[in-house]
């Protein structure tokens, strides 16, 4: 059993910082690839970034150079740094987990946090 619980979001003004928070907890081996999405009511959730267990990560060009995103494994918790945030960056951001259940192979299982608001004032 595995819970995603995000948590920082709030209101921030255009040009400021906010860090968000995703901490797994439960039963499991380990967690492995991490990613923040955020979607918008009538649209697609989207990737934001993503980041693998050694510290590889990548961003959508959207944000890349104002947001950064970081993990600690023991803690098996992730962190997305967004810096200069804008209006386009108002949405609900979600945790997302790549759960190994067991050291001995088998299937991996997808995890999904509740989503935390981040709305970005002009």
């Known amino acids: 059993q595995v819970q995603l619980v995000e948590s920082g979001g709030g209101l921030v003004q255009a040009g400021g910082s906010l860090t968000l928070s995703c901490a797994a907890s439960g039963q499991f081996f380990l967690v492995g690839v991490m990613g923040w999405y955020r979607q918008t009511q009538g649209k697609e959730r989207e990737l934001v970034a993503s980041i693998h267990r050694d510290g590889e990560s990548t961003y959508s060009a959207s944000v890349k150079g104002r947001f950064t995103i970081s993990r600690e494994n023991a803690k098996n918790t992730m962190y997305l740094k967004m810096s200069d945030v804008q209006p386009e960056d108002t949405a609900v951001y979600y945790c997302?987990?790549?759960?190994?259940?067991?050291?001995?192979?088998?299937?991996?299982?997808?995890?999904w946090g509740q989503g935390t608001q981040v709305n970005v004032s002009s």
């Open positions: 997302h987990a790549d759960v190994r259940q067991s050291p001995f192979g088998g299937t991996r299982d997808d995890h």
